[in-house]
């Protein structure tokens, strides 16, 4: 189970792997950390995990399901995603605050979220999202099929979507950097 902002890397990781390992088959289910941790927790079989935010993966430990101590394999940081082009011209965090722009972010419950709020905060920025998505994928949906103007997601998203978006740095003094651990779960089929 991983982020749903890994899912470029991992697949491409697991096309290495199993063009190295042809008798062995990986299965992904990629989503928002906090709803991954959930499905672990409810009894969903699954061998690793990795989170986009160090706080669910505390969860999961808490829980009981990590087999090890978590290993941080990767770090991120935030960008405002727009259309490709960025027709509005948003040029910072202040422009989100435009009454006609339509914007959106994550859920609070999942990292683009929490880390989307931080921004805002740190940035100094008060702006009301058009509707809280459970994922980075379904702000850059919104976004890249023109339902949305803006919204907060990681880097690697606005990457993944290649020609579909483009994006817009967010200053470092307000922005936050995530860190992407990942563990073996207590009960992993295939450890």
């Given at each position: 189970?991983?982020?749903?902002?890994?899912?470029?890397?991992?697949?491409?990781?697991?096309?290495?792997?199993?063009?190295?390992?042809?008798?062995?088959?990986?299965?992904?289910?990629?989503?928002?950390?906090?709803?991954?941790?959930?499905?672990i927790?409810?009894?969903?079989?699954?061998?690793?995990?990795?989170?986009?935010?160090?706080w669910?993966?505390?969860?999961?430990?808490?829980?009981?399901?990590?087999?090890?101590?978590?290993?941080?394999?990767?770090?991120?940081?935030?960008?405002?995603?727009?259309?490709?082009?960025?027709?509005?011209?948003?040029a910072?965090?202040?422009?989100?605050?435009?009454?006609?722009?339509?914007?959106?972010?994550?859920?609070?419950?999942?990292?683009?979220?929490?880390?989307?709020?931080?921004?805002?905060?740190?940035?100094?920025?008060?702006?009301?999202?058009?509707?809280l998505?459970?994922?980075?994928?379904?702000?850059?949906?919104?976004?890249?099929?023109?339902?949305?103007?803006?919204?907060?997601?990681?880097?690697t998203?606005?990457?993944?979507?290649?020609?579909?978006?483009?994006?817009?740095?967010?200053?470092?003094?307000?922005?936050?950097?995530?860190?992407?651990?990942?563990?073996?779960?207590?009960?992993a089929?295939?450890?």
């Open positions: 189970f991983a982020a749903s902002s890994l899912t470029d890397a991992f697949v491409e990781v697991a096309d290495a792997f199993t063009a190295e390992h042809p008798d062995v088959r990986v299965t992904f289910n990629f989503g928002g950390s906090g709803d991954l941790v959930a499905q927790t409810q009894g969903a079989p699954v061998d690793v995990f990795a989170s986009a935010d160090d669910n993966m505390t969860r999961l430990i808490d829980a009981g399901e990590g087999a090890g101590d978590p290993i941080v394999i990767a770090r991120n940081t935030l960008q405002i995603i727009v259309e490709p082009g960025n027709p509005k011209g948003i910072d965090l202040a422009d989100l605050t435009d009454p006609e722009l339509i914007f959106v972010l994550c859920a609070e419950t999942v990292p683009c979220g929490r880390g989307a709020a931080t921004v805002l905060s740190n940035a100094g920025v008060t702006v009301t999202a058009r509707s998505e459970a994922s980075a994928k379904g702000v850059v949906t919104k976004v890249s099929t023109g339902e949305a103007d803006a919204g907060i997601v990681f880097v998203d606005v990457l993944a979507a290649r020609n579909d978006a483009a994006g817009v740095a967010i200053p470092t003094d307000a922005n936050v950097v995530s860190s992407y651990p990942i563990v073996v779960t207590k009960s089929p295939n450890p």
